[in-house]
């Protein structure tokens, strides 16, 4: 590391992303210090999510604190702006996904500054956050996510799981849909929480369905069956 880049910090933090793009073929496209996912869309608005934080509402024409400007919004896509490079997103998806040409489907993901992989996605239609967890046996989604979503923890099998917490109340459900990416699954088991959860777990019932490549700070999914 230079000099230079001990003295910014941040911007040696920023350095580390533009190069796992590089290794993802996705730099010039988009600015890799920023991670943005489209979550969903209003008339003149768009609804993104930055850096792995909370959906906010940004108006066309308008540019957030990290730089992202909003150009257009309309049916299920919106053209975002980010170091003077467009990008246009669908409902979903994220700067740092890459969409599948020929062979299978697949996603690109980038880890956040702790190592984490955040994204945007599907299920049964409703946009959620996800976060990438090996460690979790299925996808876990929480009280309020679940009641967003149309669950019904009440048709599912009960059973308790453990956590950091201790032992936690389940629903056992399979999910009509999971989508990430050009990356679709159907009839994916899931585990609903009893109590709230900050975003929905992307765990091996999902994951064990992926060829799961890493590199760098990316890590790239492709569906195998």
């Known amino acids: 590391m230079s000099k230079l880049d001990a003295r910014r910090g941040s911007d040696f933090k920023r350095s580390g992303w533009r190069a796992a793009c590089l290794a993802a073929g996705l730099w010039p496209l988009v600015a890799c210090g920023t ?41 299920d896509t919106a053209t975002i702006e980010i ?50 967890d090996t460690g979790s046996t299925m996808i876990a989604i929480g009280a309020r996510d679940a009641r967003r979503i149309g669950l019904d923890p009440g048709k599912g099998a009960q059973a308790f799981t453990s956590t950091a917490n201790g032992q936690v109340r389940v629903s056992l459900l399979r999910l009509d849909s999971v989508r990430v990416g050009d990356v679709v699954l159907n009839n994916v088991e899931a585990t609903v929480h009893s109590n709230d959860l900050p975003v929905v777990l992307l765990g091996m019932s999902f994951l064990n369905r992926m060829e799961m490549q890493r590199s760098a700070g990316t890590m790239t999914l492709i569906r195998s069956y």
């Open 35 to 75: 991670d943005v996912g489209l979550a969903g869309l209003f008339p003149g608005k768009a609804l993104l999510t930055i850096n792995g934080g909370a959906p906010r509402i940004v108006a066309v024409g308008a540019r957030t604190d990290e730089g992202v400007r909003v150009i257009a919004a309309g049916g």
């Open 83 to 132: 170091d003077g490079k467009r990008r246009v997103l669908r409902v979903g998806q994220n700067v740092a996904e890459q969409v599948s040409g020929t062979g299978p489907a697949r996603v690109i993901l980038t880890a956040d500054s702790q190592g984490h992989f955040y994204t945007t996605g599907y299920i049964n239609g409703t946009s959620v956050r996800f976060v990438v």
